[in-house]
């Protein structure tokens, strides 16, 4: 459906990729400090007939600012129960459907997947939208009818790696597109690859919105953690907490649909970091967009 969409004359193809996939091609062709990868990665996109690409960490900041904004008011009104982040489909399936009394702890805010998405579809109303990222859960939210999801197709990396394979592209041959380099988004949105970067991308974005709140914070990696989080949540031991839940060890640069070791991911992460002009969420030039992305 993808190859139909991109042979398609008339149809804008817009690819927005996960911070993952950027450490993941990297380590896959060997970029051991992540070199103009994302340049390259930009570059065989349009090669294999993609109009436009985009950062989902634009998304993730807009999550982050939207999150922070939930816990503060949250309880500021006197509201005992955790909050839980919701970015892992996985994840927030599982308290749902394990724990249905803390369904209604899980945030509101949208994946950054969902506000990217949706983002794009404002400037490219019939375009069609195609998620590049590990997860495989992914492909259940965009299909989510509560979510309305922009999302029309979902890619993993592994997928990603079939186009590639399909076009014969030399990666390491590509040249160098600098012009294409995502600076736009904040560290802390392109943190949210590993497990505890979407927690403390929200404790950074409160202490800048309420610098005297005090934050507490709990994370788990891999569902069965996860559940062993939410078994002392019920318990009481995390009232007022952020909880933060991925449901792949390591986070989401260990998802499903990823082929790269996630040891050498988390330090590709960590440069790609601190190569971001803005540090923090709140910072993001899009949230003036948030009333507009909501139905």
Request: glycine residues 8%.
């Amino acid at each position: 459906e993808v190859w139909e969409a991109l042979a398609d004359k008339n149809t804008k193809v817009i690819a927005q990729i996960a911070p993952a996939v950027r450490v993941a091609i990297g380590d896959h062709f060997g970029y051991a400090k992540g070199e103009n990868v994302m340049g390259k990665l930009v570059g065989v996109l349009h090669r294999l007939g993609f109009d436009e690409v985009y950062d989902t960490s634009y998304g993730a900041d807009l999550t982050v600012v939207e999150e922070s904004k939930e816990f503060i008011e949250r309880f500021t009104s006197g509201q005992k129960m955790p909050l839980f982040t919701s970015c892992c489909p996985a994840w927030s399936m599982m308290a749902k459907k394990l724990f249905p009394d803390y369904a209604n702890c899980i945030s509101m805010a949208l994946t950054p997947m969902t506000l990217t998405a949706r983002l794009i579809k404002k400037q490219h109303e019939k375009a069609k939208v195609v998620f590049i990222g590990p997860c495989a859960a992914k492909k259940l939210e965009a299909m989510r009818k509560s979510v309305r999801s922009e999302v029309d197709f979902v890619l993993t990396f592994e997928e990603l790696m079939g186009l590639f394979e399909a076009k014969a592209v030399n990666f390491a041959d590509l040249p160098d597109n600098p012009e294409d380099a995502f600076n736009s988004a904040s560290a802390d949105a392109r943190g949210f690859a590993a497990s505890g970067g979407v927690a403390q991308a929200v404790v950074n974005a409160i202490k800048k919105m309420d610098p005297d709140r005090e934050v507490k914070v709990m994370s788990a990696q891999g569902l069965a953690d996860c559940k062993k989080m939410m078994m002392m949540a019920k318990a009481g031991k995390y009232n007022g907490y952020l909880l933060e839940g991925m449901a792949c060890p390591g986070g989401c640069i260990a998802g499903a649909g990823t082929l790269a070791d996630p040891a050498k991911s988390v330090a590709m992460l960590n440069k790609y970091k601190n190569e971001a002009a803005m540090k923090v969420a709140t910072e993001t030039p899009y949230q003036d967009s948030l009333d507009l992305l909501h139905y």
